[in-house]
């Protein structure tokens, strides 16, 4: 039963974790930009790519996924952030755990968030970022099937291309990351198996569109003042 609830939880909380991709809201001047700090503002569409793994942990015990990929857009001033699919595996299956479960978002599009320029870089960030109103429903495949639906607003930390502080160095791209955030189980829908928190980290890559309706993801974003 501890590995039904540990899976269950997975799933949802990393799909949680890839609303990372979405910007916060606040009263400061924000501009997101392609290219560099001092280009021309940007508002489109944007892709989210995990980088490396996603854990989700719970007092019951930790699982992972190695692929997600969240697509949405946003407005120039970091406001508007939609995101309109999502996805969640590992290794092209189930996310890791010692019964499977079926992740599915729900309820697109998750409407409301924005990315928030941080002049004070908080804890190294160049700005907030929060996902509004995500959920997301796991199947977990034991004794006929074990939902769990997580959702609400999660926030996170975004790093621009050439801040050091971002989660992975190595790939010079505008970067959005959560360390042990805190999502909650949506009761109404869900097993009373189920916690109702789990922690989540997980670090993405966030891009744009060079050429606007393509589909190619491939324009270095900067979130600034």
Same mark, same amino acid.
């Given at each position: 039963?501890?590995?039904?609830?540990?899976?269950?939880?997975?799933?949802?909380?990393?799909?949680?974790?890839?609303?990372?991709?979405?910007?916060?809201?606040?009263?400061?001047?924000?501009?997101?930009?392609?290219?560099?700090?001092?280009?021309? @503002? /940007?508002?489109?569409?944007?892709?989210?790519?995990?980088?490396?793994?996603?854990?989700?942990?719970?007092?019951?015990?930790?699982?992972? $996924?190695? #692929?997600? +990929?969240?697509?949405?857009?946003?407005?120039?001033?970091?406001?508007?952030?939609?995101?309109?699919?999502?996805?969640?595996?590992?290794?092209?299956?189930? $996310?890791?755990?010692?019964?499977?479960?079926?992740?599915? @978002? #729900?309820?697109?599009?998750?409407?409301?968030?924005?990315?928030? /320029?941080?002049?004070?870089?908080?804890?190294?960030?160049?700005?907030?970022?929060?996902?509004?109103?995500?959920?997301?429903?796991?199947?977990?495949?034991?004794?006929?099937?074990?939902?769990?639906? /997580?959702?609400?607003?999660?926030?996170?930390?975004?790093?621009?291309?050439?801040? @050091?502080?971002?989660?992975?160095?190595?790939?010079?791209?505008?970067?959005?990351?959560?360390?042990?955030?805190?999502?909650?189980?949506?009761?109404?829908?869900?097993?009373?198996? $189920? @916690?109702? +928190?789990? +922690?989540?980290?997980?670090? /993405?890559?966030?891009?744009? #569109?060079?050429?606007?309706?393509?589909?190619?993801?491939?324009?270095?974003?900067?979130?600034?003042?």
């Amino acid at each position: 039963m501890v590995h039904l609830r540990r899976t269950a939880v997975l799933g949802v909380a990393t799909l949680a974790a890839l609303a990372l991709a979405v910007p916060s809201a606040s009263a400061q001047t924000t501009t997101v930009r392609k290219g560099s700090a001092t280009a021309d @503002p /940007y508002s489109g569409r944007v892709q989210a790519s995990l980088l490396g793994v996603a854990t989700v942990s719970t007092s019951l015990g930790t699982g992972s $996924c190695n #692929e997600s +990929t969240m697509t949405g857009s946003i407005q120039s001033d970091g406001s508007g952030l939609t995101i309109d699919s999502a996805s969640f595996s590992n290794n092209g299956g189930p $996310c890791s755990g010692s019964t499977s479960a079926t992740i599915t @978002p #729900e309820n697109f599009p998750w409407s409301g968030g924005s990315a928030t /320029y941080d002049s004070a870089h908080t804890g190294g960030r160049d700005a907030a970022v929060t996902i509004a109103n995500f959920r997301v429903r796991a199947v977990v495949n034991i004794l006929g099937g074990i939902t769990c639906i /997580y959702g609400g607003n999660l926030t996170a930390n975004g790093f621009n291309p050439d801040n @050091p502080n971002r989660g992975d160095t190595s790939v010079a791209e505008a970067q959005v990351g959560v360390r042990n955030a805190t999502v909650n189980k949506i009761s109404n829908g869900s097993s009373f198996l $189920c @916690p109702s +928190t789990a +922690t989540v980290s997980a670090n /993405y890559k966030l891009l744009g #569109e060079s050429s606007p309706g393509s589909g190619v993801y491939d324009q270095t974003l900067y979130v600034t003042e």
